[in-house]
């Protein structure tokens, strides 16, 4: 059932409080759809990139085959951020008078260190990835960073859009305004004029793709035809409340989430009273998650294990009891 589920989408997304099992899980779904035959792109958005230490592979920007069918990339937020930066940089020179670039500058400078400037930067990355991999591959799997983040992440689509939207809208009055001017003073300084123009067509451009890419991911994202979200927790007081907190926000950015992963569970031994009780409490937490999720939902539980499920055997091993058990 969880891998029907699996199976019909083309872009997944596991999040989740830290270290609960994301990048585990997320390796183990990318290799289960590959060995079924799919085309798979499993891309990490966590700065502390983990994803190579699993595979034992060094993994980067540029995708690396782990097994035939399944492609990884790691998406490094200080180079993204740099570069997003000189892109808007591009922009705001091109719009503002000469005499202001030395406060463009600063202003960048200032920006580059904000919050929210990874996100952003983050964010057009995750969404050339997804929008790019629909057309190069049958799955995207995105192992996220393990915050809260996530979702308002996910939200940022329809914020960045409008904010380019009335970029877009002040360049439409300046270039009106600037061809009435030009029409005034008799279209002298053809040269300078032909510059200008070749340069405002350049910013719009750049804007007016930053705006299609937004709006195809959101459109994507908020398809739950096409696009699911996968919450990765443990059977703990605060994952399971964090989970029901991040359930609200993705309802919020119309993302469906189509499963929830309970990973680690510890085991019910009847000869250890450790165990026992742990497992007990663990029961009264996922008594809790079902309360909050509500009774349609799909819950699937993985085992706490002895051995970290570390490189190809143990994370096919580990999809097996992920999708083998009881849905
Ligand atoms: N079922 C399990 N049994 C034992 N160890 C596990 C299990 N699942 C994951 N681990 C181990 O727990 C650690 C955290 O797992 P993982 O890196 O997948 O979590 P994460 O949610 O991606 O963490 P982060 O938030 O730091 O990115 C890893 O060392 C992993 O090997
Ligand atoms: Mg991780």
């Known amino acids: 059932m969880f891998r029907d589920e699996i199976a019909r989408r083309r872009v997944l997304f596991l999040g989740g409080k830290g270290g609960v099992g994301k990048t ?33 592979r060094k993994i980067g920007e540029k995708p690396v085959v782990l ?7 790691e998406i490094d937020p200080d180079r993204e951020a740099d570069r997003h930066f000189k892109t808007v940089g591009q922009h705001l020179y091109g719009m ?26 983050m964010l057009e990355r995750t969404a050339q990835l997804a929008v790019d991999g629909l057309r190069d591959y049958d799955l995207v799997v995105f192992d996220t960073a393990p915050s809260g983040h996530t979702a308002r992440l996910l939200a940022l689509p329809e914020m960045m859009a409008q904010w ?27 040269s300078g004029i032909g510059a200008r123009r070749s340069r405002d067509q350049r910013i719009r451009e750049l804007l007016e793709r930053r705006q299609t890419l937004l709006a195809e991911f959101r459109i994507v994202i908020t398809d739950p035809k096409l696009s699911g979200f996968i919450i990765v927790l443990a059977a703990e007081r605060m994952p399971v409340l964090e989970t029901l907190e991040l359930r609200k926000q993705l ?5 469906a989430v189509i499963g929830y992963l309970i ?37 699937v539980q993985t085992p706490l294990l002895a051995h970290e499920p ?18």
């Open 24 to 56: 585990t899980s997320a390796a183990a779904v990318a290799l289960d759809q590959a060995r079924a035959g799919r085309r798979v792109l499993l891309v990490s958005t966590d700065p502390a990139h983990n994803l190579g230490h699993l595979w034992g």
């Open 67 to 73: 097994h035939p069918g399944l492609d990884a990339v």
């Open 96 to 121: 503002m008078p000469e005499h202001l670039h030395g406060e463009v500058r600063r202003y960048l400078q200032v920006s580059a260190q904000a919050p929210g400037a990874h996100e952003a930067a």
């Open 164 to 190: 380019t939207r009335a970029l877009l809208d002040n360049r439409t009055r300046a270039d009106r305004f600037g061809a009435a001017a030009r029409s005034l003073d008799g279209g002298n300084e053809e």
């Open 251 to 255: 309802a919020e950015s119309n993302i």
């Open 263 to 299: 990973n680690k569970r510890t085991p019910d031994a009847a000869d250890s009273e450790l165990l026992a009780t742990r497992h007990a409490a663990e029961e009264q937490w996922v008594a809790e998650l079902r309360k909050g999720i509500g009774r349609g939902a799909l819950i």
């Open 310 to 327: 570390i490189g190809e055997a143990a994370l096919a091993e580990f999809g097996g009891m992920l999708f083998g058990g009881p849905q």
